[in-house]
């Protein structure tokens, strides 16, 4: 069993910035299977970052690339989401998730196997 906890979110300002953290414990994971998530009021959960299997490159939703950027510290089993240039649409809950296969490279929520319970950010105009 895996457990995630998010944190980092809070209320900004339109173009200020925020960095979330997802902190897994429970057993060994690589964090290439962690990915960032967010679902905004009366919208579907959506993918935000994720890093790749291998490591080798990092995966953005098209709404915030550019501006996001996912990393991860393997000591302390952490993956981080550092935002910047926050928009008013950017406004959700955040989510970490883990992809149920350590093999693949999903952007899809119905692969993720583990999430955590979310972490609120706002961003006022």
């Known amino acids: 069993q895996v457990q995630l906890v998010e944190s980092g979110g809070g209320l900004v300002q339109t173009g200020g910035s925020l960095r979330l953290s997802c902190a897994a414990s429970?057993?060994?994971?690589?964090?290439?299977?962690m990915g960032w998530f967010r679902q905004a009021p009366g919208k579907e959960r959506e993918f935000v970052a994720r890093?790749?299997?291998?490591?080798?490159?990092?995966y953005y939703a098209d709404s915030v690339k550019g501006r996001f950027t996912i990393s991860a510290d393997n000591a302390e089993n952490t993956v981080y989401l550092q935002m910047n240039s926050l928009k008013p649409e950017d406004t959700a809950v955040y989510y970490c998730?883990?992809?149920?296969?350590?093999?693949?490279?999903?952007?899809?929520?119905?692969?993720?196997?583990?999430w955590g319970k979310g972490t609120l950010v706002t961003v006022s105009s």
């Open positions: 998730a883990v992809d149920r296969s350590p093999f693949s490279n999903s952007r899809d929520a119905r692969d993720m196997e583990y």
């Open positions: 890093m790749s299997r291998s490591g080798g490159s990092t």
């Open positions: 429970g057993r060994t994971l690589s964090r290439y299977r």
